[in-house]
């Protein structure tokens, strides 16, 4: 079958010129606009995004010779949600499943398009890798040549007249009948007859037989998620056509550590108060296998969830893997459990940290308050800071800054 659905959205045929197009667009458009028909949303926009595949004529090549698959990864917004959300995802079904079609204005007749999905590592992404698919495809039988029978032997197939297509008719209601096609049984479609004493006793006369093949998958350094790698001819091949594409589609699996967002990389380093305050060193590694070492010049002080990059250590970018975007490594901070101070420790602090912002302005007339750890607000970055030291200060002396904390928020 060949996949005519933008074709059919629009109700022109495969052969229509732009201008056709073009007319049944507008029309279209204006009929289902959701100004003048609401509730035809959907329908509204499945024809907007058939047009701007149909109406750009390398878009318009590409579908026709590869269906959606090549649509969905070349029109721009073609992403997850989009209009054909339906079609894209039935290809991961079975791990074979097809999306595409023979290819709309095509004389010879094609095997369909399969699209494979392949689960690459972020490593294998970084690096580069050579992976493997594994799939069942059709090829023409060497035995017969792909005619199914001794020479000679082969015949037009009776019921179907050579045709491969049953023609049955059923009734619908009075006066009414359906007419169905189907694929003819006896000859399987291909409209020819074999005797069964003369049938290929490798294909048992049906031209093709089914091998399990190994395809090697070159994955370049920067490929990216969803990426896709055709390999021309790769899929079933056809006894009287063109052999259909296969194309690996990457799956880019989740990295315990790094997070990738386009050529930017992001990984998160968790270190003590101490090593915050203090300074620290530190090694990370690298998606590469390198060690990276990491540390803050005296003095300095990292504040939780503060974020600094390294340039030139993010994702190599596909076809120019000398280019690499940025690595950013955001720091979590773990403060200290609450009492790991005495009494005289925490003066000593005290002094050694920086002065508490003014004098407090002790309000008379303020409403004492019970402090509760909320457990909603515990190990999340800024909320830290008021966290673990300001429990300790349940000292009288102290009290007011809790208070004056609580007071400020209500205001
Ligand atoms: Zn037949
Ligand atoms: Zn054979």
């Given at each position: 079958m060949a996949d005519t659905e933008l074709y059919d959205l629009l109700e022109v045929?495969?052969?229509?010129?732009d201008a056709d197009i073009k007319k049944n667009y507008h029309k279209l458009a204006r009929q289902y606009h959701p100004d003048k028909n609401p509730g035809a949303e959907d329908k509204f926009k499945e024809i907007q995004s058939a047009y701007e595949v149909l109406s750009d004529p390398q878009k318009r090549q590409m579908y026709d010779r590869f269906g959606m698959a090549a649509v969905r990864g070349d029109a721009?917004?073609?992403?997850?949600?989009?209009?054909?959300g339906g079609i894209f995802s039935?290809?991961?079904?079975?791990?074979?499943d097809i999306f595409g079609?023979?290819?709309?204005?095509?004389?010879v007749a094609k095997a369909e398009t399969i699209g494979l999905p392949l689960e690459v590592s972020l490593e294998e992404m970084y690096n580069g890798a050579t992976k493997h698919v594994e799939y069942k495809r059709q090829v023409v039988c060497k035995t017969c040549n792909g005619t199914g029978?001794?020479?000679?032997s082969v015949t037009t197939c009776k019921p179907c007249r050579g045709s491969g297509i049953k023609v049955t008719h059923r009734p619908l209601g009075p006066g009414m009948m359906q007419q169905i096609q189907s694929v003819c049984t006896d000859c399987g479609g291909s409209g020819d007859y074999i005797r069964d004493k003369d049938k290929?006793?490798?294909?048992k006369g049906k031209r093709l037989v089914e091998i399990n093949h190994k395809q090697e998958v070159p994955v370049s350094m920067g490929m990216r998620h969803e990426q896709k790698i055709p390999f021309r001819g790769m899929a079933d091949e056809m006894p009287d056509g063109e052999p259909g594409d296969m194309i690996v589609i990457l799956q880019q699996l989740d990295h315990t550590d790094y997070r990738r967002v386009d050529c930017d990389l992001f990984v998160e380093k968790s270190i003590s108060l101490r090593e915050a305050l203090c300074g620290f060193t530190c090694t990370l590694y690298h998606l590469d296998g390198r060690n990276l070492r990491l540390s803050t010049p005296p003095g300095a002080v990292l504040s939780p969830g503060c974020i600094h990059g390294l340039e030139g250590e993010g994702m190599p970018v596909f076809r120019r893997p000398d280019v690499k975007g940025n690595l950013y490594v955001q720091f979590t901070i773990q403060f200290p459990d609450?009492?790991?101070?005495e009494e005289s420790q925490l003066k000593e602090l005290e002094c050694l940290l920086?002065?508490?912002?003014?004098?407090p302005a002790l309000d008379p007339e303020a409403e004492e308050v019970d402090m509760i750890e909320s457990e909603?607000?515990?190990?999340?970055g800024g909320a830290q800071g008021g966290g673990a030291i300001y429990d300790e200060d349940e000292e009288d002396d102290e009290r007011v800054g809790g208070a004056q904390r609580v007071g400020c928020s209500q205001q």
């Open positions: 045929g495969q052969n229509a010129s721009p917004g073609g992403g997850e949600g989009g209009p054909f039935q290809m991961f079904g079975g791990g074979g079609g023979m290819g709309g204005r095509r004389r029978g001794k020479s000679g290929c006793k490798k294909c609450s009492g790991f101070l920086p002065t508490r912002p003014g004098p909603g607000t515990r190990g999340v």
